[in-house]
T-cell receptor, first 115, second 120 residues
Framework: AQTVTQSQPEMSVQEAETVTLSCTYD???????LFWYKQPPSRQMILVIR??????QNATENRFSVNFQKAAKSFSLKISDSQLGDAAMYFC????????????FGTGTQLKVEL | GAVVSQHPSRVICKSGTSVKIECRSL??????MFWYRQFPKQSLMLMAT?????????EQGVEKDKFLINHASLTLSTLTVTSAHPEDSSFYIC????????????????FGSGTRLTVV
């Protein structure tokens, strides 16, 4: 079974600084997808970024980027120029390739952004 | 983009009654719907997966007779909590899959805004 591990229950960052959230996963599949979701206090799940395992290039979305290390099964999220609106719970998620397959979520990291 | 509407956003019910939660895909056809449960400050736990027109597949430990899932159309899935008890109080979230395969542009899993259920 696939597992996703987030070892940082809480993280803090100063506004405008950079923070990295860690995620590791375990799978025997070779083709899969990895995601970072943001859940603000409204509890609406928002997709931040996604990475296809078959792509070597790390995904980027504006201030958000990932460090995908397939051999190490590591998938960290870097948030640059942190903003107050980035404060939320962040979940790392895994899904094996194939439409309709379920997402497996990590336990989450609560990110606080301080002035 | 893909939008999923989930209703109600909050519901309070008496112990022993049933509650229905609806999840609608507004601008796409959802071939698969997922239902999650989330306790405070915890992760999303998958309860069941439903495909249009077929019976839902429940995760281990989830009572299928208590959490009834219906996915009768490509745009609507419902979760009914039957004979609710206080321990069923939780946050329930649906997620709809557009279908078409992973490589189709704009494929994805879109989440509803969630339903906070309180059983008193």
């Amino acid at each position: 079974a696939q597992t996703v591990t987030q070892s940082q229950p809480e993280m803090s960052v100063q506004e405008a600084e950079t923070v990295t959230l860690s995620c590791t996963y375990d799978t025997s599949e070779s083709d899969y997808y990895l995601f970072w979701y943001k859940q603000p206090p409204s509890r609406q799940m928002i997709l931040v970024i996604r990475q296809e395992a078959y792509k070597q290039q790390n995904a980027t979305e504006n201030r958000f980027s990932v460090n995908f290390q397939k051999a190490a099964k590591s998938f960290s999220l870097k948030i640059s120029d942190s903003q107050l609106g980035d404060a939320a719970m962040y979940f790392c998620a895994y899904r094996k390739s194939g439409g309709g397959n379920k997402l497996t979520f990590g336990t989450g990291t609560q990110l606080k952004v301080e002035l | 983009g893909a939008v999923v509407s989930q209703h109600p956003s909050r519901v309070i019910c008496k112990s022993g009654t049933s509650v229905k939660i609806e999840c609608r895909s507004l601008d796409f056809q959802a071939t698969t719907m997922f239902w999650y449960r989330q306790f405070p400050k915890q992760s999303l736990m998958l309860m069941a997966t439903s495909n249009e027109g077929s019976k839902a597949t429940y995760e281990q430990g989830v009572e299928k007779d208590k959490f009834l899932i219906n996915h009768a159309s490509l745009t609507l899935s419902t979760l009914t909590v039957t004979s609710a008890h206080p321990e069923d109080s939780s946050f329930y979230i649906c997620s709809a899959h557009k279908g078409g395969g992973d490589r189709v542009p704009n494929y994805g899993y879109t989440f509803g805004s969630g339903t906070r259920l309180t059983v008193v």
